[in-house]
T-cell receptor, first 114, second 111 residues
Framework: EAGVVQSPRYKIIEKKQPVAFWCNPISGHNTLYWYLQNLGQGPELLIR????????DSQLPKDRFSAERLKGVDSTLKIQPAELGDSAVYLCASSRTGGSDTQYFGPGTRLTVL | AQSVTQLDSQVPVFEEAPVELRCNYSSSVSVYLFWYVQYPNQGLQLLLK??????LVKSINGFEAEFNKSQTSFHLRKPSVHISDTAEYFCAVRGGGKLIFGQGTELSVKP
């Protein structure tokens, strides 16, 4: 079974530029999560999808961040415009449901904003 | 609100020595507890979890953790560590449909 796939693995951009991250969850997993991991910190949830519906986006900075999950499978997280403080690792995870099911994480995208 | 505190940011140990990584949680509801491991430049991998039943849970590579409700702890232990155990370890509690992580403990195993 293939794991959670994320691309790109690394991205370097200048501030004020847009950037997008892509995630393909494990087949059959209905719940998809985007987490932000700052250096030396644990991951923090940005947004959670149940199928194509965003059911928890309370921690997503909506002035510059947006996300979508078309057809309830792949998901894209976008930042526009990026700021220096956005430099971090963006992790995608998926689980069968949003209950006690195990969350499986992708390798993450390391973003550096110059 | 639920929260997780990992009491040690770094734990250096020698190979074959025992280790304990400490985790305390705060929760007013039934808890689901997890330990994840993150190797350099990789995503998080589930090490073990407590959902219900036996308070002692074990992983396939020799780690174990014990859920202690009275002390609100879920410490991770291994009786003899290997160089390959060097990684960042995260304790997490599930709440509100998401995982709430601690700050992480960097385990460094030296020869």
């Amino acid at each position: 079974e293939a794991g959670v796939v994320q691309s790109p693995r690394y991205k370097i951009i200048e501030k004020k530029q847009p950037v997008a991250f892509w995630c393909n969850p494990i087949s059959g997993h209905n719940t998809l999560y985007w987490y932000l991991q700052n250096l030396g910190q644990g991951p923090e949830l940005l947004i959670r999808y149940e199928n194509e519906e965003a059911v928890d986006d309370s921690q997503l900075p909506k002035d510059r961040f947006s996300a979508e999950r078309l057809k309830g499978v792949d998901s894209t997280l976008k930042i526009q415009p990026a700021e220096l403080g956005d430099s971090a690792v963006y992790l995608c995870a998926s689980s069968r449901t949003g209950g006690s099911d195990t969350q499986y994480f992708g390798p993450g995208t390391r973003l550096t904003v110059l | 609100a639920q929260s997780v505190t990992q009491l040690d940011s770094q734990v250096p140990v020698f190979e074959e020595a025992p280790v304990e990584l400490r985790c305390n949680y705060s929760s007013s509801v039934s808890v689901y507890l997890f330990w994840y491991v993150q190797y350099p430049n990789q995503g998080l991998q589930l090490l073990l979890k407590y959902l219900s039943g036996s308070t002692l849970v074990k992983s396939i590579n020799g780690f174990e953790a014990e859920f202690n409700k009275s002390q609100t702890s879920f410490h991770l232990r291994k009786p003899s560590v290997h160089i390959s155990d060097t990684a960042e370890y995260f304790c997490a509690v599930r709440g509100g449909g998401k995982l709430i992580f601690g700050q992480g403990t960097e385990l460094s195993v030296k020869p």
